[in-house]
Every structure is written in C-alpha cells, then in structure tokens.
C-alpha cells in the first residue's frame, strides 16, 4: 500500500494527558498537511510543511499543540494536556510539487474523556 | 470570508436516482476546486476543476465549474448504495496553500 498511513487509527485518553500521531506520507509528496474534522464539519487546517519546513498554521493550533516533520518524510502532531474540546478525527493529507490534489490517510480518531 | 458553502447539508434518494450536488465559494481568485468523497473514513479525491465550464468525468460521476458565477456542481446518475457517502467540495486558494472545505453534503441512496 503506497498511500498515506497514519497511526494510531484510534486513541482514547484522560483529559489532561498528552498524546502523539504518526502520519506517513506518500512517498515523494514534498508537503504535508493535517487538518481536524469533527462530526457534521468538513476537514479544518491546522498546519503544513513543505519538506521539513512548517509554513504556515492556523489559529485554531494552540501552543499545547506542536507538530514536526524532522526529516522532510514522516510527520507527527504532539497535543499536550488534551482537554476535551481536542477530541476529533485527525486527517494527514500529502500533496507532490505544485499539484493542490491532496491525498489523505484514513486519520486518528482522538476520544478525550 | 473565504467560505465554501454546500447545499444540500443532507439527501436521501433512491437507487437509479439522479443527484446534483452544489458547492458554492466566496473568493473569485482561487486556482482550483476540488471534490472529494468520504465514507466511513479518509475523505479519496473524485475531481480537481480549473477552468470554467469543463465536465469532467468519471464513469456515473461529472463535475462542472462556473468560475464567473462561483459555483461548482457534482452529478452522480444512476446512483447506487455505494455511493452512499458524504461529499465534499474544497477551494484550494493558490498553489500549495491549504485547502478550505465545505461541511459536506450526506448523500444516502436506498434500495
């Protein structure tokens, strides 16, 4: 499977914890995006990098939110202290050179108790 | 405000029917808009339209952009159950920049 891969596809944590998401781009896909989706909303930009470099984020990521791509190939978002607004399906998209057709991996539904 | 708007929020049809699902957006300079379909979980890529009034097809789905009126359409004939699924239709406003998305339409066809 060459798509985009993300894990874990579930986790479930107390509020106040902190948690982390692994996204594998498509081989080759140069940016790399992650957007929020909760239930009824299309998906929400949070952040984007090209290569290794993070170029733009939204308002809605706030300092307890850090994402890195250190090496310009995987990916992960870090939410620290999760509260119970963070709770969401977390989508990972990746895109190639200047193409806006972006493909997304399956997400990591984040439930916060 | 560079909303995407869709309409209907929600449609339930019947197998064999024909659907036209509509996708407005607030910015006249854009370069593209995208259409994606999303089940139970990653949203996969239907279409990417550029220029106005180009279809473009694939098998029982087809899409046309009206860039002066800003609005996209997506048609699905002769629906079936699988393509029960919540649609969604996303402007990407230049290159490289993220995408803006819709809430979706929920389109459920029964048998």
């Known amino acids: 499977d060459t798509g985009v891969s993300q894990n874990p596809r579930h986790k479930i944590t107390k509020r106040g914890q902190n948690v982390t998401f692994r996204c594998d781009p498509i081989s080759e896909h140069n940016r790399l995006y992650w957007y929020r989706q909760t239930l009824g909303q299309g998906p929400e930009f949070l952040t984007y990098?090209?290569?290794?470099?993070?170029?733009?984020k939204s308002r809605l990521l706030s300092d307890r939110f850090s994402a890195e791509r250190p090496k310009g190939s995987f990916s992960t978002l870090e939410i620290q202290r999760t509260e119970q607004g963070d709770s969401a399906m977390y989508l990972c998209a990746s895109a190639r050179g200047s193409q806006d057709e972006q493909y997304f991996g399956p997400g990591t539904r984040l439930t916060v108790t | 405000e560079d909303k995407v708007v869709q309409s209907p929020l929600s449609l339930v049809v019947h197998e064999g029917d024909t659907v036209t699902l509509n996708c407005s957006y607030e910015v006249t300079n854009f370069r593209s808009l995208l259409w994606y379909k999303q089940e139970k979980k990653a949203p996969t890529f239907l279409f990417m339209l550029?220029?106005?009034?180009i279809e473009k097809k694939s098998g029982r789905l087809s899409s046309i952009l009206d860039k002066k009126e800003l609005f996209s359409i997506l048609n699905i004939t002769a629906t079936q159950t699988g393509d029960s699924a919540v649609y969604l239709c996303a402007r990407a406003p230049t290159g490289n920049t993220p995408l803006v998305f819709g809430k979706g339409t929920r389109l459920s066809v029964i048998a």
């Open positions: 550029t220029s106005s009034g």
């Open positions: 990098f090209q290569n290794e470099a993070q170029l733009e």
